[in-house]
Nanobody, 123 residues
């Protein structure tokens, strides 16, 4: 079993940066791909970044490419999401998720989920 715990969310202003963390328990973490998703009120869960188990491959949607960076350290069982140049439309609850395969932009393909952390960007 893998447990994921997100942290680092908060209230920031437009243009600010935040770094989210996803801490994992379990000895299999280094075999898991990890994705970050976000969900705003009334909207579907949206993929924002993914990283392979080794960290050698990353993927982003166009909406965040160049602003968000995902990274991981398997010795610390942690994945980070660095978010720069934040916009009000980035406001959402951010979740990390893990799966035994390549990262995917489809939420249903992930086996494990964290509880989420709120990010609010004021204009």
């Amino acid at each position: 079993q893998v447990q994921l715990v997100e942290s680092g969310g908060g209230l920031v202003q437009t243009g600010d940066s935040l770094r989210l963390s996803c801490a994992a328990s379990g000895r299999t973490f280094s075999t898991l791909a990890v994705g970050w998703f976000r969900q705003a009120p009334g909207k579907e869960r949206e993929f924002v970044a993914g990283i392979s188990s080794s960290g050698g491959s990353t993927v982003y949607p166009d909406s965040v490419k160049g602003r968000f960076t995902i990274s991981r350290d398997n010795t610390k069982n942690t994945v980070w999401l660095q978010m720069n140049s934040l916009k009000p439309e980035d406001t959402a609850v951010y979740y990390c998720a893990a799966r035994f395969d390549l990262p995917s932009d489809r939420p249903y393909r992930y086996n494990y989920w964290g509880q989420g952390t709120q990010v609010t960007v004021s204009s």
